[in-house]
């Protein structure tokens, strides 16, 4: 199938920053990596944009010339006109390509590249309808994903597009053609943020004491304060505490999710980590966090990494008699 024809003038444009990107991609792989030059706004004249249009010279090749400019947004009028001037009369064989990094205000631009080329606009979809965005993408990534699935990696990763799309990469890297359900995301997905910072949190509420260790003292290792740990762990008891509340009333996680203002997942592994712990523990629990609390703040003469040893032994073993 042959290619489309090129336009001389092309805007790229929206929030949706992975499909801005994909499509710049593509045009680019239309050139030869020696006809393609990249500039940036605040560097670069509108008309010195279209003086790069107009140098084919000697190595442009047979495949035309690509001027890419990127964070157009901070153009002046004259740096619009200069483009509207250039547009009547495009260089032969040479294509500009004009990225903005943040919305156009009150430029001349999208009308001008609309009267002489093409307005490629990629925006990110509403909250409500980003599974379905990221069910359309993992299927052009070849992946079979059910709605769960997509619903699943929107509550893991959050909306950040290029963080999703991150992450849709890798799923698809490992899925290939298997379908693709809630627990394969969940498994697989890692949230944009919060993934290397509760590796203790997490252990605590599987009750394994060594990878709560372990996890500590990879923490202390890349430099986090011992007290920063503890506050962690404190503010996921206290979510662990508030779900097996709402829980005990019979409300759903969706329900749930709301009253704690969290995602899904997020409810959902905290309901994990409540089975693991009955009410009287997770009492006992704030109670000897608020003594950790004072320890680290000068009430202890140990260390405060023993003092937050220590405390996680106490808050992870198993209570007497609990089967091995």
């Known amino acids: 199938m042959a290619e489309t024809p090129l336009l001389p003038l092309y805007l790229i444009t929206g929030g949706d920053r992975p499909k801005v990107r994909l499509a710049l991609r593509r045009l680019r792989a239309r050139f030869g990596s020696e006809s393609v030059e990249t500039l940036r706004a605040e560097a ?14 000697l190595f442009a090749g047979e495949g035309g010339r690509l001027v890419v400019v990127e964070g157009v947004e901070q153009w002046k009028a004259e740096d619009a006109a200069a483009v509207a001037a250039y547009a009547r ?11 903005p990094d943040e919305p156009l205000k009150g430029s001349k631009l999208a009308d001008t ?28 990534l070849g992946v079979q ?9 929107v509550e893991i990763v959050g909306d950040d ?13 490992w899925a290939g ?26 252990a605590w509420g599987a009750r394994d004491l060594p990878r709560a260790l372990a996890a500590c003292e990879t923490d202390l290792e890349h430099g986090v304060e011992p007290f920063v740990i ?45 089975d693991n712990y009955t009410r009287d523990e997770l009492e006992a629990a704030v109670v000897r966090l608020a003594k950790l609390d004072a320890s680290l703040k000068g009430a202890s003469r140990l260390a405060a990494q023993l003092e937050l040893e220590r405390a996680l032994v106490d808050l992870t073993k198993a209570p007497a008699g609990a089967p091995a």
């Not at 009369?89 to 990225?99: D, Q, Y």
């Not at 994903?145 to 990696?153: G, K, S, V």
């Not at 053609?177 to 919060?194: C, D, F, I, S």
């Not at 996921?236 to 779900?243: G, H, Y």
């Open 113 to 140: 590249v609309a009267e002489a080329g093409r307005v490629l606009t990629f925006e990110v979809p509403r909250p409500r309808d980003l599974p379905n965005w990221v069910r359309e993408r993992l299927e052009g």
């Open 145 to 153: 994903a059910d709605a769960e699935a997509a619903r699943a990696l």
């Open 161 to 173: 597009p290029t963080a999703l799309a991150t992450e849709m990469e890798k799923i698809a890297t």
């Open 230 to 274: 503890a506050v962690r762990l404190a503010a996921q008891v206290a979510l662990v505490r508030s779900v097996q509340a709402f829980a005990a009333e019979g409300l759903a996680v969706k329900e749930i999710a709301k009253r704690v203002r969290k995602h899904e997942f997020r409810v959902r592994k905290a309901l994990g980590h409540a």
């Open 44 to 57: 670069t004249s509108g008309e010195a944009a279209v003086a790069a249009c107009n140098a084919l010279g």
């Open 89 to 99: 009369e495009p260089a032969p064989g040479a294509v500009l390509a004009l990225l």
């Open 177 to 202: 053609p298997e379908p693709l359900g809630r627990r394969e995301v969940e498994l697989l997905a890692a949230p944009a943020q919060e993934a290397p910072a509760w590796g203790v949190s997490d």
